[in-house]
């Protein structure tokens, strides 16, 4: 170990009855980068290990590669609120040749994460520009590329929040409706969702998750019920009709 860096060469690591005990992230960067010394010569003492070298390989090339993402399912699943580096998970863009793959990188870039100083602190600042990432996320309801989108894995957020407007009736008596609405995030423009400005058109899709994401919250906005994207207001609620 001592050509290994991420152990600061040998003098950081834990060892116990002659066993070696190494973190994900180091086990990792051990197995994948697999340091020489002219001193000596690693053999792996069986095909199990041997075989850990090719998987983290594969790991750390995707790592390089940036074929990785936030686990989202498992982020739903375990309860959300990442707001430690090391409660995260991840998963790979492409196909793991053993599920072991999947636990071991996601473990190790937690690892990581939590234990370079830097890291910690851009993560920080990602929570606080994405604070969905650190919620709760027993409410989500969106998809997994909503949620990506949301926490600013796919990119910028698009400049503008979509929401519902009540339209009040030309005509007294008639129903009052909910319209959807794109409300700029200095909400200096509020323009209905049909009428998309021009410098907002490349965010048709988000858009379209986002009324989506909504009609999953209010199912009577859905298109195809009866009433369509639009709900009767009664007193202080929203009433829905029912559908036939």
Known sequence: MAWHEETFYGTMIDI???IVRLSPWQALTLFALRPHSRFSVIE?????????EEWARHIWNGLGE?????????????????????????????????PFVATWRSLAIADWLSRDPELRVIWGEIVRAYPLIASPSGQWTGTED???????????????????????PSEEGDVWTLEAVLIAVDDSVITPASDIPRAWRPYASSIQR??????????????GRVCGRNCLMKKR???CPKTA
Do not use: H
């Open 66 to 98: 940036r074929r990785f993402l936030p686990d989202a399912p498992l982020w739903k699943n375990t309860g959300g609120a990442w707001s430690e580096a090391g409660r995260t998970r991840w998963r790979s863009t492409d196909d793991d040749p053993d």
């Open 210 to 223: 986002a009324i989506r994401r909504i009609c999953a919250i209010v199912p009577c906005l859905t298109p």
């Open 16 to 18: 116990e009855d002659d």
């Open 44 to 52: 792996w003492a069986d095909e199990f290990t041997a075989r850990l």
């Open 146 to 168: 909503d949620w990506l989108e949301q926490i600013g894995w796919l990119g910028d957020r698009p400049p503008f929040t979509v929401g519902l407007r009540l339209v009040e």
């Open 237 to 239: 609620g929203v009433f």
